[in-house]
T-cell receptor
């Protein structure tokens, strides 16, 4: 089991470009969570998805950010028209069922986005 | 929503001494409290967790205590070693959403 795979590991975008971050959950995991970590801060919840469904996107900025987890393929976090404030590490986690009192979530290595 | 506060923000200990990190949470419905260790540029890794029906849990040199009445929980690392140097995060959850503390940078001096 290769674990949660995120790519790219590092991504540099100019202001105004689009950033696409990919996350392949662990085998057998159907629940995916995205978190953002600003420099020297803790992780902040962004969105929780199951296959083809967004369950909770309460942590996502209302504009420019979107996420999906299609039936086939990885989960995608998409940031349109990036700004310098989007520079952060974006972590994906997955779990076999709903993360919480019964099951832990496993984190990927993260994608470090730098907006120049 | 849940608010988790973590102290101290930095902690320097002599190798072999103990390290203690404390967290408080605001949502009395939280029932799952994991601790993560993050080395520079790497993923957060779960090192220990505790559920609300337990007051204390130990795994070798690491222990966690939970006081639900006071809404605080602590991480204890005994006999610290240089490889314990990292950033440690506490978190709280009552469903699928983890709310993290701001982190504690632990430095173990040889």
């Amino acid at each position: 089991n290769a674990g949660v795979m995120q790519n790219p590991r590092h991504l540099v975008r100019r202001r105004g470009q689009e950033a696409r971050l990919r996350c392949s959950p662990m085998k057998g995991h159907s629940h995916v969570y995205w978190y953002r970590q600003l420099p020297e801060e803790g992780l902040k919840f962004m969105v929780y998805l199951q296959k083809e469904n967004i369950i909770d996107e309460s942590g996502m900025p209302k504009e420019r950010f979107s996420a999906e987890f299609p039936k086939e393929g990885p989960s995608i976090l998409r940031i349109q028209q990036v700004v310098r404030g989007d520079s952060a590490a974006y972590f994906c986690a997955s779990s076999p069922s709903v993360q919480g009192a019964r099951t832990e979530a496993f984190f990927g290595q993260g994608t470090r986005l730098t907006v120049v | 929503g849940e608010n988790v506060e973590q102290h101290p923000s930095t902690l320097s200990v002599q190798e072999g001494d103990s390290a203690v990190i404390k967290c408080t949470y605001s949502d009395s419905a939280s029932n799952y409290f994991p601790w993560y260790k993050q080395e520079l540029g790497k993923r957060p890794q779960l090192i220990i967790d505790i559920r609300s029906n337990v007051g204390e849990k130990k795994d070798q040199r690491i222990a966690v205590t939970l006081n639900k009445t006071a809404k605080h929980f602590s991480l204890h690392i005994t006999e610290t070693q240089p490889e314990d140097s990292a950033v440690y995060f506490c978190a709280a959850s009552n469903d699928y959403k983890l709310s993290f503390g701001a982190g504690t940078t632990v430095t173990v001096r040889a």
